[in-house]
Each structure stands twice: as C-alpha cells, then as structure tokens.
C-alpha cells in the first residue's frame, strides 16, 4: 500500500514539475522570439539605410532586382513571426516593393494573402483599394471579378469613407465592364 501511496506521489511530483517546465520553455521561447523579431527589423531597417545612402537623391532607389530582395526580406518577417503585429505590416511593404517594381502579379498574390490572414490589419483600406486598382489597370489579362470584389468589399467595410471617394467607386463598379482606358474616356 505506501508503495502505491509512493507511485502516486512521485507521479504527481513528475507531473507538476514538467508543466512548470514548459512555462519556462514557452517564455524562453517567447523572449527569444521577441528578439528574432527586433533584429529582423532591424536587419530590414539597415538594408533600407543602405539603399538610401547608395541613391544620389538620398530617397529611397532601387532596380528589380534589388526590390525582390529587399521584398523578401520582409516576407521573411511574415513567415517567421506570423502572429506578430509586424508581420502584416512588412507583408503590405512587400506588396508595394513588388508593385513599386512593377512586378504587378506576385504584388496582388501578396496582397491577396495579407487580406485573407489578416483581416483587421489597420490599412486593410488601402490594400482593398490598390488590389482593385491594380487587377483593374496593371494585371494582364485584367480580372474585372476581382476588381468588383474588391471595391464591394472596401465600399462595403468602409460606410464612413469620404462620399467624393465612395462615389467615383461606386462609378467605376457602374462601368466596370469597361477597361479602365475606357471608363476614363468615357468620363472626359
């Protein structure tokens, strides 16, 4: 009997000094995270510094081939930190370095994605506009569905949006059989 009073008390023992254990793990974790992220950032921060110094203007330059890298490495901080609050951020910064470059195509496939992951994302406006810009003037074939979506959508979760903007919307979604040429040679 006090072997098993023992077992038990031994088993409880075991028990509860693991799940302290993986607190400890999940912190550790979290702070080693929290750190992963800063020098992300960081690291991003420093290539933009870099781009700027290397421009004659001092603005911010660069050519194709420096904007995919530049854009992944803040999709970097997306995949690696995908529940941080940076993540949908640099996923929007990707989208116009893409878009920047003219890399109109994987520019709205990330933009796409930051709209469906995350939905509360505070210039989530912005991007809904641009995806129905750029599938309406800049993506070839152009995708009229898409740009109906994506105006419904930002007219639809924006009721208190300036009425000239909200009106010249609703006006190209009256037209939006018509490519974009053609709305605006209409409207002159």
């Given at each position: ?65 420096t904007a995919v890298v530049y854009a992944e490495k803040c999709l970097a901080i997306t995949h690696r930190f995908p529940k941080s609050d940076e993540a949908p951020r640099y ?46 003037v800049f993506v070839k074939p152009r995708q009229k569905d898409k740009v109906k979506l994506y105006y419904e959508l930002l007219l639809k979760e924006n009721p208190k949006m ?27």
């Amino acid at each position: 009997m006090k072997n098993i009073g023992l077992v038990g008390f031994l088993g409880f023992l075991v028990a509860c000094s693991s799940g302290s254990t993986d607190e400890k793990t999940k912190e550790v974790s979290s702070q080693v995270s929290e750190k992963g992220l800063e020098e992300s950032v960081k690291a991003v921060k420093a290539f933009e510094d870099s781009l700027k110094a290397a421009s004659k203007t001092g603005t911010l330059e660069f050519s194709p081939e420096t904007a995919v890298v530049y854009a992944e490495k803040c999709l970097a901080i997306t995949h690696r930190f995908p529940k941080s609050d940076e993540a949908p951020r640099y996923m929007d910064k990707a989208h116009i370095i893409f878009a920047s470059a003219g890399l109109n195509q994987r520019s709205v496939m990330i933009a796409d994605s930051l709209i469906m992951r995350y939905s509360t994302y505070k210039n989530r406006a912005m991007v809904l506009e641009s995806l129905a810009g750029s599938y309406d003037v800049f993506v070839k074939p152009r995708q009229k569905d898409k740009v109906k979506l994506y105006y419904e959508l930002l007219l639809k979760e924006n009721p208190k949006m300036d009425p000239a903007q909200r009106k010249q919307i609703e006006k190209r979604l009256k037209y939006v059989d018509l490519t974009f040429e053609e709305f605006i040679s209409k409207a002159n």
